[in-house]
């Protein structure tokens, strides 16, 4: 598999050839894909609809794990698009399959498993899809034949038949491409800036941001951090910026007494493409703002970090 780079990239050619490519591969079938909301799943979808029309059939997974409100916002967005896409509850699956687990490869075994194998496994046996488009980008393969971080949407570059375990194949158009790409066909296909220039949002959600057990109260108390972090850093056009709930309980001081707290790490980061990056040098009183919000407005919260090591060694997600 050969990388397509940013400079030699020309979208529109780009585009026509994925739809031929997406057509000639799904022929009189039906394909399903689903749609995150992020620039990887948002330009696949746009690109299975110019290819197949109604033989793509569209999912919004709603796992418990997304922002705050982040279903109905990307349903009703693609909808002004004239897609119409079929929101799903499958938190209880999603909460099951990670319950107890401690160990960030098996939560995303976990999540692979709940994904493909119980959600999708389903939904193409109800549908009798024999396809699945898919998102992956080139800077997820890379990373997970390296061996750095196991992303959960890697599947047949791990010679995992997807045909025989989970029942249909995948197709992956953007395979080739890393981020800025992506960013750039997005654009090129008409949609909004609001996602083309989306910051980065990991696959398995707001998983990726808790060290230690995903519970629906954990997830809770990084989904309100990340709204904060999201309100106070969209200033700054930063690569990407998050929360991340720590697993160890911390000694704070609540009342004028002593409170076994909450800690939270902020990131954020200045890269092109994911692959290095380093930490964005915000103001102190930014920082300053954020820990004086998240400790008043989240409670239990007493302890608020910010990342300042570069990627190499850290990774952007903590997860």
Not at 176 to 183: E, T
Not at 283 to 295: C, G, K, M, N, Q
Request: aromatic content about 8%; glycine content about 6%.
């Amino acid at each position: 598999m050969r990388e397509i780079k940013l400079e030699e990239l020309n979208p529109e050619r780009f585009i026509e050839e994925k739809i031929k490519e997406i057509s000639s591969v799904v022929g009189d079938n039906l394909a399903i894909n689903a749609l995150s909301g992020g620039v990887d799943s948002s330009t696949v979808t746009m690109l299975g609809h110019k290819a197949l029309g109604s033989r793509l059939k569209t999912y919004f997974i709603d796992n418990g794990l997304m922002r705050k409100d982040e279903p109905r916002y990307i349903v009703s967005l693609f909808k002004n698009l004239g897609v119409d896409v079929e929101l799903v509850d499958t938190k209880e699956i999603f909460f099951e399959r990670l319950k107890g687990l401690i160990d960030p490869e098996e939560k995303r075994e976990a999540i692979t498993q709940a994904f493909y194998r119980d959600v999708f496994g389903k939904i193409v046996k109800e549908s009798s899809a024999k396809y699945l488009l898919h998102g992956t980008n080139y800077t997820d393969v890379k990373e997970t034949v390296a061996g750095i971080k196991r992303q959960h949407n890697i599947l047949k570059q791990l010679g995992i038949d997807t045909k025989e375990v989970y029942g249909y194949e995948v197709i992956e158009p953007l395979v080739q491409l890393r981020k800025p790409g992506i960013r750039k066909v997005a654009k090129t296909l008409g949609l909004p800036e609001e996602i083309y220039n989306r910051q980065p949002f990991p696959g398995p959600a707001l998983a990726t941001r808790i060290i230690g057990e995903v519970t629906p109260k954990r997830v809770e108390i990084v989904r309100k951090a990340t709204k904060i972090v999201e309100e106070e850093l969209s200033y700054t056009g930063a690569f990407q910026y998050l929360a991340i709930l720590h697993e160890d309980r911390v000694t704070g001081i609540v009342n004028e007494k002593r409170n076994y707290g909450l800690q939270i790490e902020i990131r954020c980061w200045d890269s092109k493409d994911a692959v290095t990056g380093s930490p964005t040098r915000l103001p102190y009183e930014v920082l300053d703002r954020l820990a004086e919000r998240i400790t008043k407005e989240i409670q239990n919260v007493v302890s608020v970090t910010y990342n300042i090591t570069k990627k190499p060694p850290s990774t952007i997600e903590a997860i």
